[in-house]
């Protein structure tokens, strides 16, 4: 079994989950919102996520792998469609709310759950199967995925510390901004996120529904 594997994975991970979509900018948003510990349980949500259809490429399971593209209009419209209701959630919250209460009230807080954190964030990055796609292509390109079943736990191993690299970073980061900000950044940043992450969920429900025309 060669060790280089686990550092493969580990850097697949890692720019897997760099790349900021809209379920990065959920992360952040729960951050801002909740504090660090919700916003780093979302990333491990998103880590489990990523190391799932890490490993679903590393052992080379194409039939999954298969079904998984084929369901990719309705898993695309399904996910689309989760966005677009937290987007609304959340804008609706900060309109409504002042500044002040926005940032502090413990009833906007209430409805996040470490569970639902971890859950929906698991659930949204399940429903891009394309992720799969990417995670087989780059396993190719750096020789990863052929070193059987040990190689293959290995890497896997390696894209879920990668990612959890990745989401630890960046919910400290947002979380030490967080403490500096004005109650009226607080409240614009999350406006501004929920914005985009409602205008990522109308795209996707858009191209599933136009792939299906």
Do not use: C
Not at 197 to 212: H, N, R, Y
Request: hydrophobic share 60%.
């Amino acid at each position: 079994m060669d060790p280089s594997l686990y550092l493969r994975g580990l850097v697949i991970g890692f720019a897997v989950a760099f790349a900021l979509g809209p379920v990065g900018l959920l992360v952040i948003r729960r951050t801002i919102e909740h504090g660090w510990a919700h916003g780093f349980i979302s990333g491990l949500g998103v880590a489990s996520a990523d190391a799932s259809y890490a490993a679903i490429a590393a052992f080379g399971l194409s039939a999954v792998t298969g079904v998984l593209v084929g369901l990719d209009r309705i898993l695309g419209i399904a996910g689309g469609a989760v966005l677009i209701v937290m987007a609304v959630r959340g804008l609706r919250a900060a309109l409504i709310a002042g500044p002040a209460q926005a940032a502090d009230d413990p009833e906007a807080k209430r409805p996040v759950t470490a569970l639902t954190a971890y859950g929906t964030m698991v659930g949204l990055t399940l429903t891009n199967p394309a992720t799969i796609l990417s995670f087989t292509a780059l396993f190719a390109s750096l020789g990863a995925g052929s070193s059987g079943a040990a190689g293959a736990a290995l890497i896997t191993l390696g894209v879920l510390t990668g990612s959890m690299v990745w989401w630890l970073l960046l919910t400290s980061a947002v979380a030490w901004l967080r403490a500096r900000m004005t109650p009226v950044v607080v409240r614009g940043l999350n406006i501004v996120a929920s914005l985009m992450i409602g205008t990522f969920g109308v795209g996707a429900v858009v191209l599933g529904l136009a792939a299906g025309a």
